[in-house]
Nanobody, 127 residues
Framework: QVQLVESGGGLVQAGGSLRLSCAAS????????MGWFRQAPGKEREVVAAISWSGGSTHYADSVKGRFTISRDNAKNTVYLQMNSLKPEDTAVYYC????????????????????WGQGTQVTVSS
C-alpha cells in the first residue's frame, strides 16, 4: 500500500497561486495514474485533475482548465498541482490519490478508481 502525503496548501488571496505536492512512500507510483480531488464543505468530492502513469495524458475539470496544471516527477515519486489565478470557489480540502491498478491506459476521473488517498491539505482563497 502506498502512503500519500499532500503539502503546499494554505491561505491565499484571489488571483494568487499555490503549488500542491503529493509525496508517495512505500511503493513507487511511476506505474500508476494519479489524481487530485477536492471537497468543499457541504459538497461532494470532485476530480480536479488527473494524469496518466506516463504523464502523456491529463484531464482537468472545466472549472480549473487554463488555471491549474498537474505534473509528476516519477524520479521523486511526487505529483504536483500548480494552481494559478485562484478564486474563492477553489476553497476546499485537496486530496491526491493513486490508481487502483497499475499501467492502465489514460486517466481516471472517478474517485472509485483510486485505491490510495492522502489525508488532504486545506486551500483557502480569500476574496
Amino acid at each position: 500500500q502506498v502512503q500519500l502525503v499532500e503539502s503546499g496548501g494554505g491561505l491565499v488571496q484571489a488571483g494568487g497561486s499555490l503549488r500542491l505536492s503529493c509525496a508517495a512512500s512505500g511503493r513507487t507510483i511511476s506505474r500508476y495514474s494519479m489524481g487530485w480531488f477536492r471537497q468543499a464543505p457541504g459538497k461532494e468530492r470532485e476530480v480536479v485533475a488527473a494524469i496518466s502513469w506516463s504523464g502523456g495524458s491529463t484531464h482537468y475539470a472545466d472549472s480549473v482548465k487554463g488555471r491549474f496544471t498537474i505534473s509528476r516527477d516519477n524520479a521523486k515519486n511526487t505529483v504536483y498541482l500548480q494552481m494559478n489565478s485562484l478564486k474563492p470557489e477553489d476553497t476546499a480540502v485537496y486530496y491526491c490519490a493513486a490508481d487502483l491498478i497499475p499501467l492502465r491506459v489514460g486517466v481516471r476521473r472517478a474517485a472509485a478508481d483510486y485505491g490510495s488517498w492522502g489525508q488532504g491539505t486545506q486551500v483557502t482563497v480569500s476574496s
